[in-house]
């Protein structure tokens, strides 16, 4: 079992900045692949951001690329999303997740079996 936390998120001005973090614990080692992922009322759960093991490998959705960035601090077993040039449109609840295999696209949240329970980014026009 991978348990999630995160942290980090509020209510900030269009153009502003945040930095999500995920804390994770537990069985650890079983996690190839940490994603952030993020929910508005009556939309579906998107995928955001991905990063591999190791970092060696991100992926973003495009309506985030060169504003967002994750990382990872595998000392720490924590996982971050830095998130800049906000945009109203960026306003949802925010989730990590974990997957322990690879396999499926990594911005499908079907293929991820461990979720935190979730941070509220609010953006401001």
């Known amino acids: 079992q991978v348990q999630l936390v995160e942290s980090g998120g509020g209510s900030v001005q269009a153009g502003g900045s945040l930095r999500l973090s995920c804390a994770a614990s537990g069985d650890t080692y079983s996690s190839n692949c940490l994603g952030w992922f993020r929910q508005a009322p009556g939309k579906e759960r998107e995928g955001v951001a991905a990063i591999y093991t190791g970092g060696r490998r991100t992926d973003y959705a495009d309506s985030v690329k060169g504003r967002f960035t994750i990382s990872q601090d595998n000392a720490k077993n924590t996982l971050y999303l830095e998130m800049n040039s906000l945009k109203p449109e960026d306003t949802a609840m925010y989730y990590c997740?974990?997957?322990?295999?690879?396999?499926?696209?990594?911005?499908?949240?079907?293929?991820?079996?461990?979720w935190g329970q979730g941070t509220q980014v609010t953006v401001s026009s």
């Open positions: 997740a974990a997957k322990t295999v690879y396999g499926g696209a990594w911005y499908r949240a079907a293929t991820y079996k461990y």
